[in-house]
Structure formats: C-alpha cells, structure tokens
Antibody, heavy 123, light 113 residues
Framework: QVQLVESGGGVIQPGKSLRLSCVVS????????MHWVRQAPGKGLEWVAV????????FYADSVRGRFTISRDDSKNTLSLQMSSLRPQDTAVYHC????????????????WGQGTLVTVSS | DVVMTQYPLSLPVSLGQPASVSCRSS???????????LSWFHQRPGQSPRRLIY???NRDSGVPDRFSGSGSGTDFTLTISSVEAEDVGVYYC??????????FGQGTKLEIK
C-alpha cells in the first residue's frame, strides 16, 4: 500500500535552515507530482509547494517563495523541502502528499498523506 | 488567490442525524476543461487529513456512501446522511482549479451532541 514517511522536523532558531524528507513506497514515485502541505498548531491546512513528476516545475505559496525549495530524488523515492530563513510563523506539522492527476485529471493533492513532521521555529 | 469560506465553523450533530457543511469560493471553480476541482477532506483528531470527495461529487475509494458532495460554480456542500461517531473531526474544502496556490477553507469542526 501507499506509504509516505516524513522526517527532519525539530526545534530550530529563527533565521536558520532545515531540510525535511519524505520517503515514499507503494507507488511509482517518478510518475507523480508531489506536494507539501502544512498545518500550524490548532490551525487549518495551508498548501506549501508542489513539484512536477519530472522535477522540472515547482510552484510555491507566496508565504514561502524564495525561502523554501522543493526537490525530488527518484532514485531514492524521496521528496525534500529545504527551508531557509525560518520564521516563527513557519511553525507547523509538514505533510507530504501524493498528487492524483491519474484520478482527478488535474494536478491536485490527493488521498495519500504522510503522518507529518513537526517544525518548531523558536529562540 | 481564491478564498474559500466555509460555514458553519462548528457543527454539533446528534448520532444518526444528517449534517451539512457549506463552502463558497471567491470565484467560479469551473476550469477551462469543464470540470470543477473542488475537494473535501476530513481530519480526525491527531490524524492526517483524508480526502473524501474530489471534483465536487466523486467519492474516494473506501469512503462510505453516507458522504456526498454537491454544488457548482462557487457554492458547494458536503452532506453526511446519517452521522456516526467516527465522523467527528474537522472538514475542509479545497479548490484545485486556480493554482498556485491551492487554497483550503478554514475548516468546520463536527462534534457529537
């Protein structure tokens, strides 16, 4: 079955950098776009970034553009999110999410989510 | 960006009773291909979200048929025909027509009365 396992979260000081990873299994990773979606403590869902199936295109939320970089390593079935210049408002659980173009006919976060990794930005 | 507005934000419901969540978008979600990319997600306490509905009214695999989605243009509804205990949690609508960014509603918290 489809599995997505995030790692790399932790407590980090404002202005520092952190790299999140998501290792996937149960599907052909290279065939799918992938998303990051975050959820601040006690708050709602916020889409962060998407990378195309071939890695050639990336799109970001305005709140992270220029600070975060989404990437993928198909040889390792791994999605990454490099976060720099972190701010307290970046504190959230970060989920990687499988795209489901094959189901819905358009790139969109689908029905396979990881359990998330918590990033806390605090001095 | 498209703003998604849900109501109510809190929904107390008795077991076995129907429940509805509404979602309104700031602009039409009909895409140039004729489809409407509106999804509904459910998040139980302490769990990751799970998608229930995609393209307004299509249930995801394994989703009970007591869940249904309807609507068009800018107004959408998620209906639970008979609420069960496992349905508690927060429900979110999300638009995937005008991206980036994908945008979610604020969430509607369903609790059992």
């Amino acid at each position: 079955q489809v599995q997505l396992v995030e790692s790399g979260g932790g407590v980090i000081q404002p202005g520092k950098s952190l790299r999140l990873s998501c290792v996937v299994s149960g599907f052909i990773f290279k065939n799918y776009a992938m998303h990051w979606v975050r959820q601040a403590p006690g708050k709602g869902l916020e889409w962060v970034a998407v990378i195309s199936y071939d890695g050639n295109n990336q799109f970001y939320a305005d709140s992270v553009r220029g600070r975060f970089t989404i990437s993928r390593d198909d040889s390792k079935n791994t999605l990454s999110l490099q976060m720099s210049s972190l701010r307290p408002q970046d504190t959230a659980v970060y989920h990687c999410v499988k795209d489901d173009y094959d189901i819905s006919g358009r790139n969109t976060p689908g029905n396979s989510w990881g359990q998330g990794t918590l990033v806390t930005v605090s001095s | 960006d498209v703003v998604m507005t849900q109501y109510p934000l809190s929904l107390p419901v008795s077991l076995g009773q129907p429940a509805s969540v509404s979602c309104r978008s700031s602009e039409s979600l009909v895409f140039t291909d004729g489809n409407t990319y509106l999804s509904w997600f459910h998040q139980r306490p302490g769990q990751s979200p799970r998608r229930l509905i995609y393209k307004v009214s299509n249930r995801d695999s394994g989703v009970p048929d007591r869940f249904s989605g309807s609507g068009s243009g800018t107004d959408f509804t998620l209906t639970i025909s008979s609420v069960e205990a496992e349905d508690v949690g927060v429900y979110y609508c999300m638009q995937g027509t005008h991206w980036p960014p994908y945008t979610f509603g604020q969430g509607t918290k369903l609790e059992i009365k």
